[in-house]
């Protein structure tokens, strides 16, 4: 979650606070600091004996539940969960080393995995309390035992390097940051079946150069991380005002009716805040991100220029008081606070607004449309993939099959989602209008290679602060340092390619 990171810290600088967090995730993790190498984590729920695990000792198959909110496993749901199945179809790969076929992607796991460890490299987020309900849950099911180990965001990359040098490394990874993340994680096409349904094909076919895929995510899964709009539901129906869900039930979820939401919200008195306009996400949402991936030639380039209308409206919000600079996600919780987009992080029981009362926060997509212009979902591209050197490569393959399944989260009693209305948000609206009018990733981790400064402290704070009059002039003045950024991060992919 390199870009979450990027964007907090912007704004935390700009306010001149100070905030002592290990990763985006901010509290809770599994362990404190780095592992020095990735044996030294925390094995999740058993000690040495497997002997009373479902799955390959005793070869049963699991029976597979309906369920309304998650589904189980095989069976069918109304939240983006249920498996499915493995691939069973005509184009499904045999020749792998995960077998996953199949009504049961677990029933045929290896007895000789039985009581074999992976180690998950994480920073805190995928190794909370309530995940490792998911992770217990899994090595009842296969008797694999998995061990966390938590290194932090800022370190991930450089410090696997250094195990993966050692060979200390772990099994299964994060690769988010693309593409400095190829760094860490090894082929997948001869160990997991990609032809499988169950995996994301559009995320798939983006992480694939010279032949090879490098990691994978499910949209079935709680870990795809789009953009969407949180906002406090309290607030707009104390005072009557027509909220982001009432527009978007209406089909009226505009960025001219998120604008009118600030209005509203800012309106009612000089403590409060309508909330964040971020011309980052517009500008994805209109086709120009900062830097665009043609996964075809594997080659990124830069919209700079053609962001300015996006950072125009955002200086306009700006200007009329509707957010102010000392208004970051944490102050949401205030109860002062409309509006705030940012990725799925913020649906999560420990995520960005892990604060506020759960009863109070609700979500929607992003806007749908602007200016008459139909607008697109916005994905981080969040991804895992089995890390080079991994000595349990093929357990760490069914563990992330598991993990990033949210059918097996709720019969787990895992409650990872700060509410319904949130997880519902995310799963039955968000997923489906992205797989209907289709997705923009946005990615600012070509940046990351040329300064230390994040996409919103580069942009934002010198772009929208300095007014809508500035906006060309500005963004101009930024050029050298993106193009700068397009030519590191294309030379890098350069030697992946064949």
């Given amino acids: 979650m390199k870009q979450h990171w990027n964007k907090i810290l912007a704004m935390m600088l700009s ?3 100070v905030f002592a967090v290990a990763g985006c995730g901010g ?25 009373g695990v479902q799955g390959t000792a005793s070869g049963d198959t699991g029976s597979g539940s309906t369920g309304g909110n998650g589904g189980g496993n095989g069976g069918t749901t109304n939240n983006g969960g249920g498996n499915g199945g493995g691939n069973t179809g005509p ?32 920073w805190g987020d995928e190794g909370a309390s309530e995940y490792q309900k998911v992770i217990t849950a899994f090595t009842k099911k296969t008797g694999i035992k998995v061990q966390l180990s938590t290194i932090t965001q800022a370190n991930y990359v450089t410090t696997l390097v250094s195990q ?11 690769t988010y940051a693309y593409p400095t993340g190829l760094d860490t994680a090894q082929p997948l ?19 694939t150069i010279g032949g090879n895929t490098y990691a994978v995510n499910s949209l079935k899964g709680p870990w795809q991380d789009f953009e969407m709009t949180y906002f406090n539901k309290k607030l707009f129906e104390d005072n009557g005002i027509t909220s982001p869900r009432d527009y978007f039930k209406k089909g009226q979820w505009t960025y001219e009716n998120f604008v009118k939401c600030l209005q509203e919200v800012a309106a009612l008195g000089d403590d409060y805040v309508g909330g964040m306009m971020d011309p980052n996400i517009l500008a994805a949402q209109m086709g120009t991100p900062l830097f665009s991936y043609d996964a075809k030639s594997a080659t990124f380039s830069q919209n700079l220029m053609a962001m300015a209308d996006a950072f125009k409206l955002s200086c306009q919000c700006y200007a ?34 892990s604060e506020m009362d759960n009863s109070t926060l609700d979500a929607v997509p992003m806007p749908t449309s602007w200016n008459g212009k139909k607008l697109k979902q916005v994905d981080g591209g969040r991804s895992y993939g089995i890390a080079k050197g991994a000595k349990n490569p093929t357990g760490a393959a069914y563990f992330l099959r598991y993990y990033l399944d949210y059918s097996y989260y709720e019969p787990a009693g895992c409650k990872c989602f700060k509410n319904n209305a949130v997880r519902d948000a995310y799963f039955n609206e968000t997923i489906p209008l992205a ?7 946005y990615n600012s981790t070509p940046l990351s290679l040329v300064t230390d400064d994040s996409q919103l402290g580069f942009l934002e704070n010198d772009v ?11 963004l101009s003045k930024k050029q050298n340092t993106v193009n700068e950024a397009v030519k590191r991060v294309n030379e890098r992919l350069a030697q992946y390619k064949k």
């Fill in 15 to 17: 306010v001149l606070m």
């Fill in 320 to 353: 009329k008081g509707y957010w102010k600079s000392f208004a970051y996600w944490g102050t949401m919780s205030t109860g002062k606070v409309g509006i705030y987009p940012i990725w799925l992080y913020g649906a999560k029981y420990n995520g960005y607004f």
């Fill in 189 to 207: 096409q001869n160990i997991i079946d990609l032809s499988d349904d169950f995996w994301d094909k559009e995320l798939v076919d983006r992480l």
């Fill in 435 to 441: 797989q209907k009018d289709g997705r923009v990733y």
């Fill in 27 to 51: 509290g809770e993790t599994a362990s404190g600091g780095d592992d020095a190498d990735a044996s030294g984590g925390v094995l999740v729920g058993f000690d040495d004996d497997v002997s």
């Fill in 91 to 122: 184009n499904a790969n045999h020749n792998v080393d995960a077998n996953m076929q199949g009504s049961d992607p677990f029933a045929n796991v290896p007895s000789n995995l039985k009581g074999t460890k992976v180690v998950f490299a994480q």
């Fill in 464 to 474: 929208t602060r300095a007014g809508e009059d500035q906006v060309t002039v500005n």
């Fill in 164 to 174: 993966i040098a050692a060979r200390s490394g772990p099994d299964a990874i994060i």
